[in-house]
């Protein structure tokens, strides 16, 4: 059974506080991880997709990458407006293609 | 391009009445999915349907039933509903050309069954 494992659960930052999020997994087979941004009272919104061991991607403040086992989402002198919750999902192996999602960590940004 | 869109956004119910939850993407994607959201639980998978005219269930299934109109429109029902039902629904669409992709998400329908 694929499972993802989201730490910390809560994190909260003073802006400009340098951090990591951590998304641990366990599937047959990874076909893509993918980083999603929720703000609240609304839908997810995509961020990234990673496929391989190795691969980083970024976009402004925030930086992904993954190893065989985990993905860190690294957010780098945040501003409040960072403020969200961060899910991150794994894409399965085997004939399915349904992701299985993580149950996110909340981030709160302090000016 | 709109997007994702789901109607209504509020709805309140009493236990045991019926309503339907329209979601419709103009993305000309494949796959569309039903999402509940609850406090603690993350997502879990209602039902989702890979491509038009096929519906399978999810995690959560019980409860719902689903319907693929065309590509673009995927509708869930729920027959009688129940206070455990009291959740945030979301639809997701991906163009799944043979693997796992982006799912992109509608704004969510706010539940009350009392």
């Known amino acids: 059974e694929d499972q993802v494992t989201q730490s910390p659960e809560a994190l909260r930052l003073q802006e400009g506080e340098s951090s990591s999020l951590n998304c641990s997994y366990t599937v047959s087979g990874l076909r893509g991880l993918f980083w999603y941004r929720q703000d609240p009272g609304k839908g997810p919104e995509f961020l990234f997709t990673?496929?391989?061991a190795g691969e980083e991607k970024e976009k402004e403040r925030l930086k992904a990458t993954l190893t065989k086992k985990e993905s860190f989402l690294h957010i780098t002198a945040p501003k409040p407006e960072d403020s969200a919750t961060y899910l991150c999902a794994v894409g399965p192996g085997g004939g399915s293609y349904i992701p299985t999602f993580g149950r996110g960590t909340s981030l709160i940004v302090h000016p | 391009n709109a997007g994702v869109t789901q109607t209504p956004k509020f709805q309140v119910l009493k236990t045991g009445q019926s309503m339907t939850l329209q979601c419709a993407q103009d993305?000309?994607?494949?796959?569309m999915y039903w999402y509940r959201q609850d406090p603690g639980m993350g997502l879990r998978l209602i039902y989702y349907?890979?491509?038009?005219?096929?519906?399978d269930k999810g995690e959560v299934p019980n409860g719902y039933n689903v319907s693929r109109l065309n590509k673009r429109e995927f509708s869930l029902r729920l027959e009688s509903a129940a206070p455990s039902q009291t959740s945030v629904y979301f639809c997701?669409?991906?163009?799944?050309?043979?693997?796992?992709?982006?799912?992109?998400f509608g704004p969510g329908t706010r539940l009350t069954v009392l």
């Open positions: 993305m000309n994607h494949n796959s």
């Open positions: 990673l496929y391989s």
């Open positions: 349907s890979a491509s038009e005219g096929t519906t």
């Open positions: 997701a669409s991906s163009e799944d050309k043979g693997r796992t992709d982006t799912q992109y």
